[in-house]
């Protein structure tokens, strides 16, 4: 009883722990107003999320919004059980879950994003606007992103 305690009390700490170490990643690389995005769309279930998640392994996902050279980005941390999950995941990035015939309500940063694997992470940045994957501005980010993000992990 004693361990699943410690248990649950050390995975409480961990996720909003890993969740802040994203945020401070992101203003590290000079983003600002970043705000926890719940990152859903609308017309899905939090069933039919699940089970999308489950569908490729996702342990769980932290979502944030920011601003960053004056537009809107959408950054995102899957965390899997291991590094070919995450291996795995990475080359289907874009896909949308196929639960729902309706796909209207699923936000541009979904299917304009980019992304990298860190050990058993993806993660990935994605625009609200065509403008910024057309000028390259997300894969600018996804790199200044990357390499804060392996800057940090070789300096704890």
């Known amino acids: 009883m004693k361990k699943l305690f410690l248990i649950s009390v050390c995975l409480a700490v961990f996720i909003p722990i890993k969740a802040q170490s994203l945020k401070t990643a992101i203003a590290e690389i000079g983003c600002k107003q970043i705000k926890i995005s719940a990152a859903k769309p609308q017309s899905l279930t939090d069933k039919e999320l699940k089970q999308w998640l489950e ?3 996702i342990l769980s996902k932290n979502s944030f919004t920011a601003k960053c050279g004056g537009y809107k980005y959408l950054f995102e941390e ?3 059980t291991d590094e070919a999950d995450a291996e795995a995941r990475l080359p289907k990035i ?3 879950p196929s639960v729902k015939e309706d796909k209207s309500d699923f936000g541009t940063p979904i299917l304009l ?3 990298f694997r860190v050990k058993n992470k993806i993660y990935t940045v994605g625009a609200f606007t065509y403008f ?3 000028e390259g501005y997300v894969k600018k980010y996804k790199n200044k992103l990357a390499k804060e993000i392996r800057r940090v992990g070789q300096n704890p």
Do not use: A, N
Request: proline fraction near 0%.
């Open 113 to 115: 994003r980019e992304g």
């Open 94 to 96: 874009s896909e949308i």
């Open 55 to 57: 569908s490729f392994k």
């Open 132 to 134: 910024l994957e057309l």
């Open 78 to 80: 899957e965390f899997f």
